[in-house]
């Protein structure tokens, strides 16, 4: 069963930056296409950013565009979401999840595409 696991969250000021890191549990993590996203009690969650199996290929909500940078780092089994320029709309608990793909050059933003799930970390910015 992969596992994946969601760090570096916690309190910032806006304007602030903040990197998370996703680390999943399987040999083959470039057989995987990645995603991140984010929720707010209440609220649906919503897609944030997306990167496929490859590495090279990545999408992003248009409210982050220029903010946020995803990127994967098959050999440590990790991908990871820098944040910059931090808003208050950005709290929430962001997940990432995995999706089992056979496309290189794919990324996903439905969160039904993808199969196994992290816990999630919160996100706070707040002066």
């Known amino acids: 069963q992969l596992q994946l696991v969601e760090s570096g969250g916690g309190l910032v000021q806006p304007g602030g930056s903040l990197r998370l890191s996703c680390v999943v549990s399987e040999l083959r993590l470039d057989d995987y296409a990645i995603g991140w996203f984010r929720q707010v009690p209440g609220k649906d969650s919503e897609s944030v950013s997306y990167i496929s199996r490859s590495g090279r290929d990545a999408g992003y909500r248009d409210s982050v565009k220029g903010r946020f940078t995803i990127s994967k780092d098959n050999a440590k089994n990790t991908v990871y979401l820098q944040m910059t320029n931090l808003k208050p709309e950005d709290t929430a608990v962001y997940y990432c999840?995995?999706?089992?793909?056979?496309?290189?050059?794919?990324?996903?933003?439905?969160?039904?595409?993808?199969?196994?799930w992290g816990q999630g970390t919160q996100v706070t910015v707040s002066s």
């Open positions: 999840a995995a999706h089992r793909t056979s496309y290189h050059g794919t990324y996903y933003s439905n969160r039904n595409d993808y199969e196994y």
